[in-house]
Antibody, heavy 122, light 108 residues
Framework: EVQLLESGGGVVQPGRSLRLSCAAS????????MSWVRQAPGKGLEWVSG????????YYAGSVKGRFTISRDNSKNTLYLQMNSLRAEDTALYYC???????????????WGQGTLVTVSS | EIVLTQSPVTLYLSPGERATLSCRAS???????LAWYQQRPGQAPRLLIY???SRAIGIPDRISGSGSETDFTLTISRLEPEDFAVYYC?????????FGQGTKVEIK
């Protein structure tokens, strides 16, 4: 059974940094691309970033490009999201998701974690 | 940039009725790149449909997807109590994703 467990969320002041982690199990992590998707309180889904299975190719939404960095450690079955220069509008529940198709980063989000909450507030 | 617009925003229906949800893309997209998700309150989204019409594992056949180019539809033939939720369409491209704003299916 696929399991994705996010951690690292919390309350942070504007302009500060935070790193999220997503521990994966139940599948061959190194075979699948991964993504981060966020959901502001009471709002819809917003794609944040994606990374292919090798960790070589990364993709970002315009709203976070230059501030957020996605990475992965296939030896630890873990996905990361380094978030710098945080803003109030980054406040959201952050989900990690496993891509449907193996190899690369193309496909929908087949499995989702339960999310970790990030609150940016002074 | 591809923008997905879902309609209606809210759909009021009774159990047993048919639900028809629409997703319109701002430009033509490959049907291979269109998915639908269900999100129940307090839960993570769940993949329902990918490739516009293929059901994900464990999804009942009362849920179906169709469409092409700019117009896509999610249909629930007979609403069960667990189907009352928010539904999102998604475009997944080679370097970006986009989600629609969601349609909430509420009990009438």
């Amino acid at each position: 059974e696929v399991q994705l467990l996010e951690s690292g969320g919390g309350v942070v002041q504007p302009g500060r940094s935070l790193r999220l982690s997503c521990a994966a199990s139940g599948f061959t992590f190194s075979n699948y691309g991964m993504s981060w998707v966020r959901q502001a309180p009471g709002k819809g889904l917003e794609w944040v970033s994606g990374i292919n299975n090798y960790g070589v190719s990364t993709y970002y939404a315009g709203s976070v490009k230059g501030r957020f960095t996605i990475s992965r450690d296939n030896s630890k079955n873990t996905l990361y999201l380094q978030m710098n220069s945080l803003r109030a509008e980054d406040t959201a529940l952050y989900y990690c998701a496993k891509i449907l198709y193996s190899n690369g980063w193309y496909g929908g989000a087949e499995s989702w974690g339960q999310g970790t909450l990030v609150t940016v507030s002074s | 940039e591809i923008v997905l617009t879902q309609s209606p925003v809210t759909l009021y229906l009774s159990p047993g009725e048919r639900a028809t949800l629409s997703c319109r893309a701002s430009q033509s997209v490959s049907s291979n790149s269109l998915a639908w998700y269900q999100q129940r309150p307090g839960q993570a989204p769940r993949l329902l449909i990918y490739g516009a019409s293929s059901r994900a594992i464990g999804i009942p056949d009362r849920i179906s997807g169709s469409g092409s180019e700019t117009d896509f539809t999610l249909t629930i033939s007979r609403l069960e109590p667990e189907d009352f939720a928010v539904y999102y369409c998604q475009y997944f491209g080679s370097s970006m994703w986009a989600f629609g704003q969601g349609t909430k299916v509420e009990i009438k």
